[in-house]
């Protein structure tokens, strides 16, 4: 006969003929032992129950049991009530504990004591007697989420573990952006060039997978992607660093030019209509631009890391806005038909076009901006000696170039 379990493994060497059974588990907390018993009843076919007749018990089984994905909490119980659990479990230090969805059992209290639980951090509310219909529905919606969550931080930990390039979007990833931008850093920390970097991150992500699903969410960051790939020059190094997170090393991009290159970011991708199997929809996104001064400068890692903290704090204050780890310039907005590489670099144009006699002289004197803005113009210029190299020249030109 074969056997239903979910917890007997075989022994080596076994072939094991079980079926492994698994029950999202959830637990109710409630001094009432017929409310208790009603909820084992009525979720127990999909769940598996485990239960809790105070706060002080509900916290001990919390603390200890990582597979509670759920929790049901009455307001009024002994020992320790509703609310102080529920301020413990959005106080605790580990995310697992903070992150867990606390559905409030209600007898129709007051619109204050709601308000209250819901500034305390409560998920949702629940009005007893319990209605199965409104208890299963809260149940599979809050422990679905929790299992895409989960799953969204896997796919997280891929990407950190994944090559220099990413998958998804085909940008490097957080290695190959630390590594480029400890290179840019170098390069503009010698010839005394400002660094920029830009992230972005995609507004109400996480909802975004829950409620649409992985496809879906995953082709709107390739589609940010591409998009943001379009506005940025050759020479920068844009890289995915996180679910929904994308950042950029901008070497010799100014305060003003990084913040002009934001704002076609952002209006581009807000003006968009995205499309998913005949659905339309439209996204926001959060950016954050750092142009620390020279004697400002950190190791790559900080300077990513600080960046992408402003970052979390503009998305967790309401996102769909531009910030600054700096002051942010004044600047009116600018006008769609500004080219690209204006706004990346932002530097003074030039009276008249510069010789290669000229660049020299500028270098000697440490003027880099204008060699920069007509550095096309002056490759240009090179041609004609660069097309007489031998192979033993052209190798060491390429050798010189590929230097940091």
């Known amino acids: 006969m074969t056997k239903v379990s979910s917890e007997t493994k075989p022994k080596s060497g076994e072939t094991s003929t079980e079926i492994s059974t698994y029950k999202p588990r959830i637990l109710v907390v409630d001094d009432s032992k017929v409310l208790r018993k009603a909820a084992e009843k009525i979720l127990g ?3 598996d129950v485990v239960v809790a007749c105070d706060g002080e018990e509900g916290w001990e089984k919390i603390a200890v049991d990582e597979k509670i994905q759920v929790i049901f909490l009455d ?6 009530d509703g609310y102080g659990l529920l301020e413990r479990i959005r106080h605790s230090d580990h995310e697992r504990i903070n992150e867990l969805p606390v559905i409030i059992v209600t007898g129709g209290e007051a619109e204050e004591t709601r ?18 219909v409104n208890l299963l529905a809260r149940a599979r919606a809050n422990s679905t989420a929790v299992r895409k969550t989960d799953q969204l931080k896997k796919e997280y930990q891929h990407i950190k573990e994944n090559s220099t390039v990413d998958a998804l979007t085909q940008l490097g990833n957080k290695s190959l952006l630390v590594e480029k931008l400890k290179q840019d850093r170098s390069f503009t920390s010698r010839h005394r060039l400002p660094l920029s970097i830009l992230a972005i991150d995609i507004d109400s992500y996480k909802d975004i997978f829950v409620k649409n699903g992985k496809p879906l969410a995953e082709g709107v960051v390739k589609q940010v992607a591409k998009m943001l790939g379009a506005q940025i020059r050759r020479e920068d190094t844009a890289a995915r660093v996180g679910l929904s997170q994308l950042v950029v090393s901008l070497p010799t991009a100014s305060s003003m030019g990084v913040y002009r290159l934001a704002e076609r970011i952002h209006n581009k991708i807000s003006k968009s ?6 659905t339309k929809f439209s996204i926001t996104v959060s950016i954050c631009i750092s142009t620390p001064l020279a004697k400002e400068l950190k190791t790559a890692d900080e300077l990513i890391e600080e960046t992408l903290l402003k970052l979390k704090q503009t ?5 769909n806005k531009i910030t600054s780890c700096q002051s942010l310039p004044t600047l009116q907005a600018e006008s769609d038909q500004t080219s690209v590489s204006e706004a990346v670099q932002d530097l003074p144009k030039a009276v008249a076009p510069l010789s290669l006699q000229g660049a020299v002289e500028r ?3 440490g003027d880099y901006g204008p060699i920069y803005q007509q550095m096309d113009h002056l490759l240009e210029e090179m041609m004609p000696l660069l097309k007489m190299l031998n192979g033993n020249q052209k190798q060491t030109l390429i050798k010189v170039i590929s230097e940091p």
């Open 315 to 319: 998305v967790v204050e309401g996102g």
């Open 273 to 278: 209509r995205f499309s998913y199997n005949g």
């Open 45 to 47: 076919k999909e769940f």
């Open 75 to 80: 307001l009024f119980m002994p020992q320790l």
């Open 363 to 365: 270098l000697g004197k």
């Open 115 to 132: 308000k209250k639980v819901l500034d305390l951090g409560a998920t949702d509310f629940i009005t007893k007697p319990f209605d199965t």
